[in-house]
């Protein structure tokens, strides 16, 4: 149980393009779901938080009109990188957190991620 | 002060040691507690998760939280080259529903 299917894998693209990655909870329902970028050598960064039916929460220094998130269903997110430049190429990697569960018990479940290379 | 920290490593073992890795954190708020591993190339997974203070076993992973002295660490026990990853430690400051992760502290078991 708990598996979440990030997709795609690996993209590369041209610089100015929009690339979406997708984030689906396929054996649980996920209120909120987590964006998170991670450098080579750094730890995980949380870009956003995702909820069912709003507009996601940003963290400080994130542009909200260049990583546009949706979260139209409890089992789906996604994030589209728009104008996508190279200094964007990380591994973007997403989680979720089954609904029901009380704040305390914070645990989320991530997906495999996706290597986004721009040219 | 970083909110959680951990030592980068590498921490070297030789297998069938006790590799022990520890991690501080800030916010005396938190309530949540975590350990994921993570292979290079891949996401993190999870292996424990601990909200009270004292030990909580699995296998051969051992959480334990100590809330007054702000610092959770995770013990492996008979060590493997399979657990040769970087550890990262997350909290939930606060309460939030939001995870900080620390650095993270890259193991290395020798054969």
């Known amino acids: 149980g708990a598996v979440v299917s990030q997709h795609p894998s690996w993209v590369i693209c041209k610089s100015g393009t929009s690339v979406k990655i997708e984030c689906r909870s396929l054996d649980f329902q996920a209120t909120t779901m987590f964006w998170y970028r991670q450098f080579p050598k750094q730890s995980l960064m949380l870009m956003a938080t995702s909820n069912e039916g709003s507009k996601a929460t940003y963290e400080q220094g994130v542009e909200k009109d260049k990583f546009l998130i949706n979260h139209a269903s409890l089992t789906l997110s996604t994030l589209t990188v728009t104008s996508a430049h190279p200094e964007d190429s990380s591994f973007y990697i997403c989680s979720a957190r089954p609904g029901g569960l009380p704040l305390a018990k914070n645990i989320q479940y991530f997906g495999a991620g996706t290597r986004l290379s721009v040219l | 002060q970083k909110e959680v920290e951990q030592n980068s490593g590498p921490l070297s073992v030789p297998e069938g040691a006790i590799a022990s890795l520890n991690c501080t954190y800030s916010?005396?708020?938190?309530?949540?507690f975590f350990w994921y591993r993570q292979y290079s190339g891949k996401s993190p997974e999870l292996i424990m998760s601990?909200?009270?203070?004292g030990d909580k076993e699995d296998g051969r992973f051992t959480a334990q939280l100590n809330k007054a002295s702000q610092y959770v660490s995770l013990l492996i026990r008979d060590s493997q080259p399979s657990d040769s990853a970087t550890y990262l430690c997350a909290v939930d400051p606060g309460n939030t529903g939001k995870l900080i992760f620390g650095q993270g502290t890259t193991l290395q078991v020798k054969p």
């Open positions: 916010d005396r708020g938190s309530q949540s």
């Open positions: 601990i909200y009270s203070n």
